[in-house]
C-alpha cells in the first residue's frame, strides 16, 4: 500500500517502523491499526506528541485507523479533569480517533477472566509477601530471586482467595496476583510480576464495583489484543517488558499485536518526566500544567507554539531506536519557521522613550500602511496612526554611542518603520536622576513611507507607536526553564535546584498599536524586532491584555534589510 502524504508534507518513508508497516502490509496486514494509549495522571507533554503524530500519522499514510485508548489502571493517581485535558490535547494537535476512543477500564472484566483462566492453568497465583518482600525476594540483576513460600498454592485455593480479593475481603497491600513464570530469569520482569493489587479506591467509570486493579504490564497487551491493534508502538524502556507481554499472549492463546520500541524524546533544558512535571506543579515552582514555560502540550499552547510547528519539529526529529537528546534549538527553529509564515507582524515598544517630532505640525496625525505579514501578501495592510509624539525602545538611543551603533543618537538619522526618516537634535534629561525622558527630532516630510527622494542612505530602522493612540499592554517574556542542558544528569543534586530564576519576566506598561488593545483569540503575531507573542486568554482582560512570548527572533527584520545593527 502506497503511503498517503502528510497534511504537512511527505511522509517519513525512511524509518524502520514504516518500513516494517509496509512489508506486513504485503504479507498479513490489510490495514495497520495503532493506538495512542496515555494514563490520565497528569497533562501530555511534548515527548507525547512525537507519539501521537507517529501512531495517528502511520494511521492516516497507510489507509489505517487509531484508537485513543485511556490507561485507567490506577483509580489513585487519575482524574477526569486530565482525560479531557488529553482529548483536548489530540485534537488541538490535528487528530481524530473518531468514534474509537477506549478504556482499559472496558476490558476489566476480561482480563479478571483471563487471569481465573492462568490461575486454573497453575500459571498465576495470589502471594501474601508485602510489596518490601516482593522487591527483596526478586533478587538482583547478578542474582536469580527467590520464590514466594506462597508459590505452590493449590490452584482451588489460588481461585477462592482471588475471587475473595475482587469481593473486598481484604485490606489494601494484603495479598496481590502474581504471574508464575521463573524467578532466575535474566529478565527481571519475568520473575513472577504482580498482575492484580488490593486497591478499595473509587474508579471515575467503574465506581466502586471493583477492589482489585490490574497492573499496566498485564493489562497493555491484552488491551491491544482485545482492541486488534497491528503494530504496539512504544518507547525503548518497554523493550524489556516485550517478552513478558509476549509470555502473557502465548499462555492465552489470543491475538498477537506487533510491538516495535523506539527512542522517546529527550529534549535540551526541561523534563519530560511525568512525575517530575507533577512535582514542579504541586510544589508551585510554576503557576500550573499550563505555565507557558511547561514542556506540555496545553503549556507550549499557551505560549503561542502551533500545532504545525510540533507536527513540524516531530517529523524533523524522525523516529530512530538511539537514544539522544534534542536541542531546544531545533523546537524553537520549527515554531519560528511556521510563525514567519503565518503572524501577523505589529508594533510594540517594550521599554517607552517619549520622541518628540518638533518640526511636525501641532496636533496633525496621519494614518500609514503598514505591511501585515511580508511573507503572505494575502494578509493585506493595516493602518497605523502617526503623530508628534511617538514612543520608541529606550535602547534605540544612545548619547554617545559605539561604532556601528545605527540606531538613534545626537545628530543621526533613521527610519521610522513605514513612516519618515528622522534626525534627533536634541533631547532632555531628569534633572535628579540623569535619565534620558525625551528625544527631539526632525522629520523630513519628502520620506513619507521610510523611502529618501534624493537616494541618501540611512543605516538604521527602529519601531515605534503613537503616544496619543497607545494601548497599553503587559508582556511576559520567557526563557528556558533550567540553566542547564541536563537538569536530571547530576543524581547528586534535586533537578529544581538547576530552575532558572529568569525563565520569566513581567514588563508592564508597554506601548503598543491600538489594535492590540482589544484583541481576542489565539492570534499569533510578530512584535517587529521582539519576538513571536500570543494574547494569553487566561490572565488578560478587558483593557489590560496580557502576551506571552512564544519565542525571539532569530534575526530581527532590521538586519535582514538594513543590515547588521549593533
Known amino acids: ?48 506528541a512525537k507519539s501521537i503524530c507517529l501512531n495517528f500519522g502511520i494511521a492516516e499514510e497507510f489507509g489505517g485507523t487509531c484508537n485513543l485508548r485511556f490507561d485507567d489502571t490506577n483509580p489513585s493517581k487519575e482524574d477526569v479533569r486530565y482525560e479531557e485535558a488529553i482529548r483536548e490535547d489530540v485534537r488541538w494537535l490535528g487528530f481524530d480517533w473518531e468514534d ?131 503494530h504496539s508502538l512504544c518507547t525503548l524502556e518497554f523493550e524489556d ?36 512535571l507533577m512535582k514542579l506543579v504541586s510544589e508551585g515552582y510554576v503557576s500550573g500544567w499550563d505555565d507557558p514555560r511547561m514542556p506540555t502540550i496545553s503549556g507550549l499552547r499557551r505560549r503561542g507554539y502551533t500545532p504545525e510547528s510540533i507536527r513540524d519539529f516531530c517529523r524533523k526529529i524522525g523516529i530512530t531506536k538511539q537514544d539522544s537528546v534534542i536541542d531546544m534549538q531545533l523546537l524553537e527553529h520549527s515554531v519560528r519557521e511556521d510563525l514567519n509564515k503565518r503572524a501577523q507582524r505589529v508594533m510594540a515598544v517594550l521599554d517607552p522613550l517619549k520622541v518628540v517630532i518638533v518640526n511636525y505640525p501641532e496636533g496633525a496625525e496621519e494614518e500609514l500602511d503598514a505591511v501585515n505579514n511580508p511573507e503572505d501578501p494575502s494578509m493585506g495592510k493595516r493602518k497605523v496612526p502617526f503623530s508628534k509624539e511617538l514612543f520608541i525602545e529606550r535602547d534605540d538611543f544612545m548619547e ?30 531628569h534633572p535628579e536622576t540623569g535619565e534620558v525622558t525625551e528625544v527631539h527630532c526632525e522629520y523630513d516630510p519628502d520620506t513619507r513611507g521610510g523611502t529618501a527622494p534624493d537616494g541618501r542612505k540611512v543605516r538604521g530602522t527602529i519601531h515605534w507607536v503613537c503616544a496619543k493612540s497607545a494601548s497599553t499592554v503587559t508582556v511576559r517574556l520567557y526563557d528556558r526553564l533550567f540553566t542547564v542542558p541536563a537538569p536530571m544528569a547530576d543524581k547528586q543534586r534535586e533537578f529544581t535546584e538547576f530552575l532558572n530564576p529568569e525563565s520569566l519576566r513581567i514588563i508592564e506598561d508597554c506601548a503598543a498599536e491600538p489594535l492590540l488593545g482589544d484583541c481576542s483569540g489565539e492570534i499569533n503575531y510578530q512584535f517587529e524586532r521582539k519576538g513571536y507573542f500570543i494574547l494569553d486568554s487566561a490572565d488578560s482582560a478587558p483593557g489590560a491584555p496580557v502576551f506571552n512570548r512564544t519565542v525571539s527572533l532569530r534575526d530581527s527584520w532590521g538586519r535582514r534589510s538594513e543590515g547588521k545593527r549593533a
Not at 518513508?13 to 494509549?37: C, E, N, Y
Not at 492463546?253 to 512525575?275: C, D, M, P, V, W
Open 241 to 276: 517488558h516485550r517478552p513478558l507481554y509476549d509470555w502473557f499472549i502465548a499462555q492465552l492463546g489470543i491475538y498477537h499485536s506487533r510491538q516495535i520500541e523506539f527512542a522517546r524524546l529527550n529534549l535540551s533544558y526541561t523534563i519530560l518526566s511525568k512525575r517530575n
Open 400 to 429: 554617545n554611542p559605539p561604532k556601528k551603533f545605527y540606531r538613534l543618537s545626537p545628530g543621526s538619522e533613521v527610519r521610522l518603520r513605514y513612516a519618515y526618516i528622522v534626525r534627533c537634535v536634541g533631547f532632555e534629561r
Open 1 to 48: 500500500m502506497k503511503p498517503k502524504a502528510d497534511k504537512d508534507g511527505p511522509p517519513e518513508s525512511g524509518d524502520f517502523i514504516r518500513a516494517r508497516i509496509r512489508s506486513d502490509l504485503q504479507s498479513d496486514i490489510a490495514k495497520p491499526v495503532t493506538r495512542f494509549p496515555p494514563e490520565p495522571n497528569g497533562y501530555l507533554h511534548i515527548g507525547h
Open 100 to 230: 474509537r476512543v477506549y478504556y482499559a477500564s472496558d476490558y476489566f472484566e476480561q482480563l479478571y477472566e483471563y487471569a481465573l483462566r492462568l490461575i486454573s492453568e497453575g500459571k498465576a497465583y495470589v502471594d501474601d509477601l508485602s510489596a518490601e518482600e516482593i522487591r527483596k525476594y526478586r533478587g538482583t540483576l547478578s542474582e536469580p530471586g527467590r520464590e514466594s513460600p506462597s508459590r505452590e498454592r493449590s490452584v482451588e485455593e489460588n481461585l477462592k482467595l482471588f475471587r475473595a480479593m475482587r469481593d473486598g475481603d481484604f485490606d489494601d497491600g494484603q495479598y496481590v496476583l502474581r504471574a508464575k513464570i521463573d524467578m532466575a530469569s535474566g529478565n527481571m520482569n519475568m520473575r513472577d510480576p504482580v498482575m492484580y493489587r488490593i486497591m478499595k479506591k473509587s474508579h471515575a467509570r467503574t465506581g466502586n464495583s471493583w477492589s482489585i486493579y490490574p497492573m499496566y504490564d498485564w493489562a497493555h497487551g491484552q488491551s491491544d489484543s482485545i482492541e486488534g491493534i497491528t
